[in-house]
Nanobody, 137 residues
Framework: QVQLVESGGGLVQPGGSLRLSCAASGFTLDDHAIGWFRQAPGKEREGVSCISINDGSTYYTDSVKGRFTASRDTAKNTVYLQMNSLKPEDAGVYYC??????????????????????????????WGQGTQVTVSS
């Protein structure tokens, strides 16, 4: 059974840090891109970061550049999102999603395109259940 399970969300004060994990089971992450998407109440789901498992190429949306870092551990079949200097506007439900990508394509442009999709649910095959991130004093 294919499954993505997020963890690591919680309540943090502004300026604090959290590390989200996305553990995959039922398939290997090789030849996949993993996207981190967040959805705040009343807002569309937006791509925060997308990473190629093949070579680690990573895209970040402008609002998180320099603060968030995506990484992968293929041995654990897990992807992480380190979030530092959190702001109230970072709050929301964070989802990880996986989709197969060609290792022969340009990895950076591929993850950039995937993260910018306005309808990511149509592109990513697998989704986790989401983890809540609350940033508040």
């Amino acid at each position: 059974q294919v499954q993505l399970v997020e963890s690591g969300g919680g309540l943090v004060q502004p300026g604090g840090s959290l590390r989200l994990s996305c553990a995959a089971s039922g398939f290997t992450l090789d030849d996949h891109a993993i996207g981190w998407f967040r959805q705040a109440p009343g807002k569309e789901r937006e791509g925060v970061s997308c990473i190629s498992i093949n070579d680690g190429s990573t895209y970040y949306t402008d609002s998180v550049k320099g603060r968030f870092t995506a990484s992968r551990d293929t041995a654990k079949n897990t992807v992480y999102l380190q979030m530092n200097s959190l702001k109230p506007e970072d709050a929301g439900v964070y989802y990880c999603a996986a989709d197969a990508i060609s290792r022969f394509a340009d990895q950076l442009s591929t993850v950039q395109r995937m993260c910018r999709l306005t309808t990511p649910h149509t592109a990513f095959d697998y989704w986790g259940q989401g983890t809540q991130v609350t940033v508040s004093s």
